[in-house]
């Protein structure tokens, strides 16, 4: 990690750009990255795309949630990525994502550290993150890391983008 560059809780206070000693960068995810970053989530079993994840969808994405995204690089590939945002009262992780070969060296943790440090800044106390009920894998980095999973929750979800159910007329 560079001098000047401080631990607070595992956070790295210095989050805009991480250049650590393992060679790893972490840096906020703009839209330049999104060919490479797809790339990546298409690759990664865990991640499941769909219509949210077209360029479009994540530009808008990032302009909404700005610098709370990051992607981890070595030696100019990028090799991890995640989005993060929040509503004003929870934060979001999705689509946390690291290369294959680069797993078990702490990049997934320093991207979630990252993102973290954001919502921290933003006055947001609580983060969640949607995993797939069949990603063993992954809940163990979760539980791992200090993730606890709440078995009194389940998700619903409504598509709005079904007009069967949707009335169009807004009364505002
Ligand atoms: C989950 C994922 C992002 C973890 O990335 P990673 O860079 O390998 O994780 P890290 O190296 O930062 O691991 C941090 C800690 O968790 C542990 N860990 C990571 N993956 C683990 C696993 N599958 N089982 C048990 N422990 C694990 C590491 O050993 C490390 O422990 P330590 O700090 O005590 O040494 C990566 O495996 C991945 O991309 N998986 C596919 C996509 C996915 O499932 N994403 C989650 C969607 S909800």
Excluded at 38 to 54: F, K, P, Q, Y
Aim: hydrophobic residues 35%; charged residues 30%.
């Amino acid at each position: 990690m560079k001098s000047g560059q401080k631990w607070d809780n595992g956070v790295k206070k210095k989050i805009s750009n991480c250049h650590c000693d393992d060679g790893i960068t972490v840096r906020p995810f703009h839209i330049k990255d999104y060919d490479a970053v797809l790339a990546l989530w298409r690759r990664a079993e865990g991640v499941g795309l769909n219509e949210s994840d077209t360029r479009p969808a994540i530009a808008t994405y990032l302009r909404r949630n700005p610098r709370f995204s990051f992607v981890a690089e070595k030696d100019g590939r990028l090799v991890g990525a995640v989005l993060c945002g929040h509503d004003g009262r929870r934060g979001y992780l999705h689509h946390l994502a690291v290369a294959r070969r680069h797993r078990q060296q702490g990049i997934g943790r320093q991207l979630v550290h990252a993102c973290l440090a954001k919502l921290r800044q933003a006055g947001i106390q609580k983060c969640n993150i949607f995993i797939f009920a069949d990603n063993a894998a992954g809940m163990k980095f979760w539980a791992h890391t200090g993730w606890k999973l709440r078995t009194e929750l389940q998700v619903m979800q409504f598509r709005l983008e079904d007009e069967r159910k949707t009335r169009n007329d807004c009364p505002c």
